[in-house]
């Protein structure tokens, strides 16, 4: 196809909302936990006879028994203060709320886990079949989706592990049509990326129209045929293998033009130039210097480097950290509204209106990532030029981290609005700088491979979140205990951007 005019912004614009629609549906699992709730999905497991728990009330534990058949009455420190309406106003169960977060540990383990399955399918068979197999797998997610009910409810699992899965190649795939903007490419990347984050809100879409009426199963069913777009772009708009960089273009371009004839055999080169009537007018040939190749470590030196292990701790901390309050969001407004299942579907929508920003604040960790490279772009020292401009975001990105653990700690719901914003801009700064340290500190030719081991080896470890989840729903006091164990290890993180300062300081004290 001819991208040239009009038609590579068309491209673009097609590409942004397929990635808007279906890459990152994922992380709108608090609207759809919402929703399977109200479908009394696990609802089975829940006890069927008049439930008591304690709840927190002007800083005391008083006790509140749900009569589940209807009315319900709630005691103050043992003196009976009347009825409360039910409606809107419902009993956490732990078994339910347990198989909802093993569905999302499950689902955003495996999310992390494709990255490196699929970027091997698209580096060895290129765009057009990665594509595919992207629309057979999320088209399947959708449609196990819009099967769930309370005869079904194992669904949920396959199905938001193949949406999550499905949803990912869109933007690894519509990536490369930044090389069609020279000049803008990574503001290209940065507006995908927003796309990316905000596609969560098509989630909460799904739970408006469930609560204007719409079933689910109307709802997933529309995404799965909506998702045929997907099939327009792969086989009209890009090509099958890669779309090429410029600089590689402008090779091609120049060979042609002046016919140019590059030959390279034997760690050497003939380079021939021709004027129009083809006769050879110069003929050099040079031996390649190995000058270049002598100085790119080797792969294995790259992954036992402390700066690739420290990176790998700083994404499994902070990620194990986003993804745990992803999976117990639900509760963490259960418990903050006390129980109040109208708070609970307010605040949710609020949530997921606030990820919408995620637009913005995926580009802002750009800008501030470049405005350290102008900074440091003329140290003397090499080390300097390529470290430094990575310790601000980093540690502006452990910080979101801690500011989240601490805000979480804070029983009011008035704070929930802060919790949100932060966890949005934590969100951002966490893929958008932990990929640009990567690209910045290592050679081009294993970027893809790093990723995809520092992805992988987060989403295992990020099978722990279900532990702080039943450690949290085990005892009163345990959401408590465990989120200020997760502000502890969150604050770990820091020992990456801080020991990357450290070892400019020590290479500056060496040249001095």
């Known amino acids: 196809m001819d991208y040239h005019g009009w038609r590579r912004y068309l491209v673009a614009v097609w590409a942004f909302v397929e990635t808007f629609l279906f890459a990152g549906l994922l992380y709108g699992w608090a609207s759809v936990n919402w929703v399977l709730k109200q479908e009394n999905v696990y609802a089975d497991l829940c006890p069927q006879t008049p439930f008591k728990t304690n709840v927190t009330i002007n800083g005391s534990d008083d006790v509140v028994f749900y009569d589940l058949d209807g009315?319900?009455?709630?005691?103050?420190?043992?003196?009976?203060?009347?009825?409360?309406?039910?409606?809107?106003?419902?009993?956490?169960?732990?078994?339910?709320d347990e198989k909802f977060a093993l569905c999302f540990t499950i689902g955003s383990a495996l999310?992390?886990?494709?990255?490196?399955?699929?970027?091997?399918?698209?580096?060895?068979?290129?765009?057009?079949?990665?594509?595919?197999?992207?629309?057979?797998?999320?088209?399947?997610?959708?449609?196990?989706?819009?099967?769930?009910?309370?005869?079904?409810?194992?669904?949920?699992?396959?199905?938001?592990?193949?949406?999550?899965?499905?949803?990912?190649?869109?933007?690894?795939?519509?990536?490369?049509?930044?090389?069609?903007?020279?000049?803008?490419?990574?503001?290209?990347?940065?507006?995908?990326?927003?796309?990316?984050?905000?596609?969560?809100?098509?989630?909460?879409?799904?739970?408006?129209?469930?609560?204007?009426?719409?079933?689910?199963?109307?709802?997933?069913g529309l995404l799965t045929g909506l998702h045929l777009m997907v099939g327009v772009s792969t086989f009209f708009f890009l090509p099958k293998t890669f779309i090429p960089r410029p600089s590689e273009t402008a090779t091609t371009e120049v060979a042609q033009d002046e016919k140019v004839v590059d030959l390279l055999e034997n760690e050497k080169m003939e380079q021939?130039?021709?004027?129009?009537?083809?006769?050879?007018?110069?003929?050099?040939?040079?031996?390649?210097?190995?000058?270049?190749?002598?100085?790119?470590?080797?792969?294995?030196?790259?992954?036992?480097?402390?700066?690739?292990?420290?990176?790998?701790?700083?994404?499994?901390?902070?990620?194990?950290?986003?993804?745990?309050?992803?999976?117990?969001?639900?509760?963490?407004?259960?418990?903050?509204?006390?129980?109040?299942?109208?708070?609970?579907?307010?605040?949710?929508?609020?949530?997921?209106?606030?990820?919408?920003?995620?637009?913005?604040?995926?580009?802002?960790?750009?800008?501030?990532?470049?405005?350290?490279?102008?900074?440091?772009?003329?140290?003397?020292?090499a080390l300097k030029r390529k470290l430094m401009p990575a310790i601000l975001p980093l540690m502006i990105t452990c910080g979101l981290g801690i500011l989240l653990s601490v805000l979480v700690l804070i029983p009011h719901e008035a704070v929930l609005y802060f919790v949100f914003i932060v966890m949005t801009l934590y969100r951002s700064f966490i893929y958008s700088v932990g990929a640009a340290y990567l690209s910045a500190m290592f050679p081009n030719e294993y970027f893809g491979l790093l990723y995809g081991i520092w992805i992988i080896v987060a989403g295992l470890v990020g099978f722990l979140q279900i532990g702080f989840f039943t450690w949290a729903q085990s005892y009163l006091e345990g959401p408590f205990h465990a989120n200020l164990f997760c502000l502890c290890f969150v604050t770990l993180s820091l020992i990456h951007p801080i020991y990357q300062w450290w070892s400019c300081r020590r290479e500056a004290y060496k040249l001095s």
């Open 111 to 220: 999310f992390c886990a494709s990255s490196a399955l699929f970027g091997h399918i698209n580096y060895k068979f290129g765009t057009r079949i990665t594509r595919i197999c992207s629309m057979i797998i999320f088209m399947a997610g959708t449609v196990m989706f819009a099967f769930v009910d309370t005869d079904r409810p194992w669904l949920i699992y396959p199905g938001l592990s193949f949406i999550g899965m499905g949803g990912l190649p869109l933007l690894v795939t519509n990536a490369q049509i930044g090389n069609l903007f020279p000049k803008g490419s990574s503001t290209w990347i940065g507006l995908l990326c927003g796309g990316f984050d905000c596609s969560s809100a098509i989630q909460l879409l799904v739970k408006v129209a469930y609560e204007a009426g719409i079933r689910i199963q109307y709802s997933y």
């Open 272 to 381: 021939s130039i021709t004027n129009e009537n083809g006769q050879v007018y110069e003929k050099t040939t040079f031996e390649v210097s190995d000058e270049k190749a002598s100085d790119i470590p080797s792969l294995k030196a790259c992954l036992t480097s402390a700066t690739f292990l420290l990176h790998v701790l700083w994404l499994c901390l902070l990620q194990l950290r986003f993804y745990f309050f992803l999976a117990s969001v639900n509760t963490y407004l259960h418990r903050i509204t006390n129980n109040d299942t109208y708070k609970v579907s307010y605040f949710t929508n609020v949530m997921m209106y606030t990820m919408l920003g995620g637009l913005f604040s995926s580009m802002f960790s750009g800008v501030v990532y470049d405005w350290q490279r102008r900074m440091f772009q003329d140290s003397r020292i």
């Open 71 to 96: 009315d319900n009455t709630t005691t103050y420190n043992g003196t009976d203060v009347g009825q409360r309406p039910t409606v809107g106003y419902r009993p956490q169960c732990k078994p339910q």
